[in-house]
Each structure stands twice: as C-alpha cells, then as structure tokens.
C-alpha cells in the first residue's frame, strides 16, 4: 500500500511563492506517474501537474510557468514549487500516486491516479 503525505502549505500574499513537499513510501512508488492536484471550496477537483517515471512533465495551462514539480526519488519526496501565487490558486493540495503506469501522458491522468495523501492547504490573499 502506497502512502503519501504532503507538507509545506500555508498562507501567502498574491506574488510570494510556496514550496510543497510529499513524501511516498515505499520507495518504488517513485518510478510511476505521480501528480499534484487540488480542490477549491464549492469546486471541483483538478490536476496541476505531473511528472513521471522518467522526469517528463505536464501541466495546467493556468499554471504553467509559475509552477514546477520535481521528484528526489533517493528521498521518496515528491515537490512542487509554486511561484507567482494568485488567490485563484488558494486550495486543498492533494499529492497522487499510480500504481501501474510509469506514464503520464494519457490524458487519464487528469481525473485522478490510485493513491492520495489527505492534503495541505494553501491560501492566497489578494
């Protein structure tokens, strides 16, 4: 059974950045398709971004450039490193987990992988 459990959320004024940490257990799960997603209140969730077995890359439009995700799998941590924050980007922050792909590219991902942490929330005000 995998295990995710995210840190590093928190309050900031629109402009400063935050820098979110996961950490997996066991160790293998670093070599699937793991992202960050995130669910507003009164919204539903989405997908910010992956990364997968082999470093590739993909994210939301509306944060592509402000955003970037990076694994150390000799760490078993997930980041993601939020830059530019806007109020629109206040939300819960859950990491996720594959358990069989080591892609990222099908567009499946986008509605959820197999493995959650319970989140860290981050607000933004203007």
């Known amino acids: 059974q995998v295990q995710l459990v995210e840190s590093g959320g928190g309050s900031v004024q629109a402009g400063g950045s935050l820098r979110l940490s996961c950490a997996a257990s066991?160790?293998?799960?670093?070599?699937?398709?793991m992202g960050w997603f995130r669910q507003a209140p009164g919204k539903e969730r989405e997908g910010v971004t992956f990364?997968?077995?082999?470093?590739?890359?993909r994210y939301l439009d509306s944060v592509k450039g402000r955003f970037t995700v990076s694994k150390d799998s000799a760490k078993s941590t997930l980041y993601l490193q939020l830059n530019n924050l806007k109020p629109e980007d206040s939300a819960l922050y859950y990491c996720?987990?594959?358990?069989?792909?080591?892609?990222?590219?099908?567009?499946?991902?986008?509605?959820?992988?197999?493995?959650w942490g319970k989140g860290t929330l981050v607000t933004v005000s203007s």
């Open positions: 066991p160790h293998t799960s670093m070599r699937y398709c």
């Open positions: 990364i997968d077995g082999d470093d590739a890359t």
């Open positions: 996720s987990a594959d358990a069989s792909s080591t892609s990222c590219s099908a567009d499946w991902v986008w509605g959820g992988l197999d493995y």
